[in-house]
């Protein structure tokens, strides 16, 4: 399975960057996305695949032991998705508002200052 | 005396506070500063003369070998006073030349921040030490040369003049650094003991070579000597300053306080007499031709220091007497024939000694002051002068095969540094007195005395020689040799040789001052060849330095964000796949990877399909709607392998981005290509290489082991310490609950700049 996991993650990384490589600036939000996603799978898979055994203390024991999965990197993940919301819910804002403005979303015509306007 | 030394410096602090105190009526006081450092300075002459040497050491960096040590001995007390003595006159001559100027504290100030570096340079006894003060020379000097900063030939002379000397400076660093490595030794006194080892070293051509650079470069010599005419372009108490007695003398003082540490070998001795001769003579010929006074000027003083070099290249007990009287000589009379220039500047307004003519008629102590210069130049008897030029004769013609080819390089020069002193010295006096100056009068004293001061000295030391030798002379050759010197300097060396050439050079000089006349077509012939002289090739490199930094800017920021993106991309890829290939065998340990379900390999083909359609579709609308595919196929992959927190947290936020997108999709431009196919080709290619090479190393990294000790330090306190029973929330809300709390405050950060862009009203804007 880590395998396929593996490839996803691959395929992720380089549609991100492919859209990231984009002049518009919408695409570069998606792959903004997609890459942000790779990355997180990437630590979900470092941090080792288990099955069937979340990192919950059961109600009558007071360690977690055994098997379990690993709560360490789904804490950080965690933590990336609800920032990399906030840097996208931030972006597409940015983009809309630009828009409105310049009348554009090509990043090569995006080159004038303030005084141009 | 580490008081006498930085007292400049704390003067130049207070000068503005100084110069209002004075309400600007008597700035000639300022000139007592430096008076007082030569009266104590020469204190020291009775001391000094009878063979002593002093030392003065502070601690500064002890750890670095580098302290606050100074030392006097002939060589620095020589240059202690001419810096203070012709500084006290240069002080009193600018309270009289720039009466009045708007920013007269500033130049005090630099003035008197250049004469402490210079004071730092000739006595500093640590090599680290004299680095410093010689680079605070090279500063202060930009600053007195572009002290008229509005006039843009005046800036750009400034900054070619520190551009060529801070280069030297830190050549001459390096070479400063890699004689301490050798030695292991950072006091000037003490390394002459060491010469012996010094010289046997495999370093020892770089160190003199980087030596040489410094020197050569402050010394104005050949090819670095262009920065020098260029720095006419300061006021002339400047010039007078830097190029008689000071700055340019720093390059020939470093050479000569070397010459027993790193003198007496064959390629110090070579080097320096092909530079000295080639600057000296290429430098006289350039004087004859020059229509400027201070042109004129420029270019002996060049000669000059090129005979100080070829004389310390000789390197002989008489070339090193030589060079020592020739160094007072020359301060002496150049300062003299600079100060009177800038009398006739001042008066005049021109500089042009073909219009320049009789002006003894209306201010004749300047005129006599200029005669007496121009004979201790040309080495007439009875001065100072004629004893310097035999002393130069004596030792050329004792200098083995080559002397006669010696001699006849110093004959070329005299004879036409003869002829530069004579135009700048004497012909602005005689002949006719051109209308358009008989309304001009006298300046004040201020301004005429300090160069009859020193002009009867160059005549009186030449009438009386003892009152040099033994007291300065003498305790420099002993510095510069280490052996107890014998000889005494004489006016009169009966008829020989070399008053014979004495007599042919003078004669020479003189018919030669009687058939050129200085006219423009001469100039012209000169600056022929500007096209190829050193100073052009500098330009020349600058220009081109320019031009090739522009191009490689441009090529690397280009200001398109997928250029850069582009540039760190294919470089991280080529240092991954040079480390994977080379250093790391790839293999994949199959016992350790689970199975593959159907239902895994369903949504991991789901997945797939969604990121290629997402990278391929020609609606906004689906593109989005497949990356929300792509993000719900992430909450099963999470809810698969034990991650029902984070399956939850993917699902909201997932919804919300699409939601997002949809919501402001309509106020969006319409989904194109842009680029065309060739790029989307190149950018494709990079992409799936990155992606691989990402592939490849995660394949790698999951045949290590992995480091659980913290995951289980969590696992099993978070109930004991954190009182709950899901391990992921309690490492966010209780054991990283700080970095929870900055997560929410960025998210804060975030929604407000949401928040305000939406309120944002572009009023101006709406309005058109």
Not at chain 2, 238 to 250: E, G, I, Q
Not at chain 2, 489 to 513: D, E, K
């Amino acid at each position: 399975m880590e395998i396929l996991l593996v490839i996803i993650i691959g395929l992720l990384y380089a549609a991100g960057i492919y859209m990231i490589l984009r002049r518009s600036l919408v695409k570069l939000i998606i792959g903004l996305i997609l890459l942000g996603n790779g990355a997180n799978m990437l630590i979900f898979l470092l941090g080792r695949v288990v099955k069937g055994h979340p990192p919950i203390i059961g109600p009558t024991e007071k360690i977690l032991a055994d098997m379990y999965a690993d709560p360490l990197p789904q804490a950080l993940i965690l933590t990336a998705i609800v920032i990399s919301f906030g840097l996208q819910a931030f972006a597409i804002i940015l983009v809309k508002m630009a828009y409105k403005v310049v009348k554009t979303d090509d990043l090569d015509e995006m080159n004038a200052t303030d005084e141009d306007l | 005396m580490l008081i006498a030394i930085l007292a400049g410096f704390l003067l130049a602090l207070f000068m503005p506070n100084v110069i209002r105190g004075l309400k600007g009526k008597s700035s000639i006081g300022i000139a007592l500063l430096p008076f007082s450092l030569f009266s104590y300075f020469i204190s020291f002459l009775p001391r000094i003369s009878s063979g002593e040497t002093l030392h003065f050491n502070w601690s500064w960096v002890p750890s670095l070998g580098v302290g606050l040590d100074f030392y006097l001995d002939g060589l620095s007390l020589l240059f202690t006073l001419l810096i203070t003595g012709i500084g006290t006159l240069v002080f009193v001559y600018t309270s009289s030349y720039l009466k009045g100027h708007q920013y007269l504290d500033r130049f005090y100030a630099y003035l008197s921040m250049f004469m402490a570096s210079m004071l730092g340079v000739v006595m500093a006894d640590n090599i680290i030490t004299l680095f410093i003060f010689w680079e605070l020379t090279s500063i202060s000097s930009f600053f007195l040369i572009g002290f008229n900063n509005d006039s843009e030939p005046s800036r750009k002379s400034a900054l070619t003049a520190l551009g060529v000397t801070g280069f030297g400076g830190l050549f001459l660093l390096a070479g400063m650094v890699t004689l301490g490595y050798i030695t292991d030794e950072f006091q000037i006194s003490s390394l002459a003991a060491m010469s012996g080892e010094i010289h046997g070293h495999d370093l020892y051509p770089w160190v003199i070579g980087l030596v040489f650079i410094g020197a050569f470069t402050k010394s104005a010599q050949f090819p670095f000597h262009f920065w020098l005419p260029g720095a006419m372009k300061a006021p002339t108490p400047v010039s007078t300053y830097l190029h008689s007695a000071t700055m340019v003398k720093a390059g020939i003082y470093l050479l000569a306080r070397f010459t027993p540490i790193l003198g007496n070998h064959v390629m110090w001795n070579t080097t320096l007499i092909i530079v000295g001769s080639i600057t000296m003579l290429y430098a006289a010929l350039h004087a004859i031709f020059r229509l400027d006074l201070k042109g004129i000027l420029a270019y002996s003083t060049i000669s000059a220091l090129g005979i100080l070099t070829f004389l310390i290249g000789l390197g002989t007990e008489e070339a090193l007497t030589a060079a020592a009287v020739f160094i007072l000589v020359h301060a002496l009379y150049k300062a003299t024939l600079f100060l009177i220039t800038g009398i006739i500047d001042h008066e005049t307004g021109t500089r042009d000694v073909s219009q320049l003519g009789g002006l003894n008629k209306i201010m004749l102590p300047v005129g006599i002051a200029g005669l007496l210069a121009a004979v201790s130049n040309a080495g007439i008897p009875p001065s100072f002068g004629f004893v310097g030029k035999d002393l130069i004769y004596e030792a050329t013609l004792h200098f083995g095969d080559l002397a006669w080819v010696l001699t006849g390089a110093a004959i070329v020069t005299n004879v036409a540094l003869l002829f530069a002193g004579f135009l700048a010295g004497i012909k602005p006096f005689v002949g006719k007195l051109p209308e358009k100056f008989s309304k001009l009068h006298l300046p004040g004293p201020a301004m005429w005395v300090p160069p009859l001061i020193l002009a009867v000295l160059g005549i009186l030391f030449g009438l009386i020689p003892p009152l040099v030798d033994g007291p300065l002379i003498k305790p420099i050759v002993a510095a510069l040799t280490l052996q107890d010197p014998d000889f005494y300097l004489h006016l009169w060396h009966g008829f020989n040789v070399i008053l014979a050439l004495s007599v042919a050079t003078i004669a020479t000089g003189i018919a030669l001052y009687f058939i050129i006349k200085p006219s423009e077509a001469l100039l012209g012939k000169a600056t022929r060849f500007e096209s190829i002289s050193p100073h052009s090739m500098v330009k020349g490199l600058g220009r081109g330095f320019t031009w090739f930094s522009a191009k490689w800017t441009n090529f690397l920021q280009n200001g398109y964000l997928r250029y850069y993106l582009i540039t760190i991309l294919s470089f991280l890829t080529f240092l991954l796949a040079y480390r994977l290939f080379l250093g790391v065998e790839i293999y994949v340990d199959t016992s350790v990877l689970s199975e593959i379900t159907i239902y895994e390999a369903i949504i991991v083909l789901i997945m797939a399909s969604a990121i290629f359609f997402t990278v391929f579709t020609k609606s906004r609308l689906a593109a989005v709607a497949s990356m929300g595919v792509v993000g719900y196929s992430f909450c099963l992959i999470f809810l698969f392998y034990s991650a029902p927190d984070l399956a939850m947290t993917q699902f909201s936020i997932d919804t919300l981005t699409v939601i997002l997108f949809v919501l402001v999709i309509y106020n969006l431009p319409k989904y194109l290509k842009l680029s065309d196919n060739r790029d989307r080709i190149r950018d494709g290619l990079l992409s799936l290489i990155f992606g691989a090479m990402i592939s490849i190393l995660t394949l790698e990294v999951l045949n290590e082991s992995v480091q659980k000790d913290i995951s289980t330090y969590y696992a099993e306190n978070a109930y004991l310490l954190g009182k709950g029973k899901n391990v992921v929330n309690v490492i966010l809300v209780d054991f990283r609950g700080f970095d929870t709390m900055v997560e929410i405050t960025v998210l804060a950060i975030a929604a407000l700049g949401v928040f305000s862009l939406l309120k944002l009203r572009l009023k101006s804007i709406e309005k058109e």
